[in-house]
Nanobody
């Protein structure tokens, strides 16, 4: 069973940057995909970014392309989400999702077996 713990959220002004980290444990980290999801008030949960087990395949939501970067360090069992040029509409609770597909990449929440507690990101205008 995989456990994941996020860190790095906070309050930032529009145009600023934050980096989220997610540490995983419980199974060999390099055997599964990882993802970052977010839920804004009144909206459905959406996949912001996802990365395959090797890091060779990456997905970004259109709303964050060119501003967010997902990466993983398989030696440290950690996935990161670097968020630059933040906008007020990025305000949400961000969730790390682990234990994703072992081959390829998928973006549905049901494809990930483990979730963190969430970290709040607030972008002020």
């Amino acid at each position: 069973q995989v456990q994941v713990v996020e860190s790095g959220g906070g309050l930032v002004q529009a145009g600023g940057s934050l980096r989220l980290s997610c540490a995983a444990s419980g199974r060999t980290f390099s055997n599964y995909a990882m993802g970052w999801f977010r839920r804004a008030p009144g909206k459905d949960r959406e996949c912001v970014a996802a990365i395959s087990r090797s890091g060779a395949t990456i997905y970004y939501a259109d709303s964050v392309k060119g501003r967010f970067t997902i990466s993983r360090d398989n030696a440290k069992n950690t996935v990161y989400l670097q968020m630059n040029s933040l906008k007020p509409e990025d305000t949400a609770v961000y969730y790390c999702a682990g234990d994703g597909p072992t081959a390829g990449l998928s973006l549905g929440p049901s494809d990930f077996g483990s979730w963190g507690q969430g970290t709040q990101v607030t972008v002020s205008s």
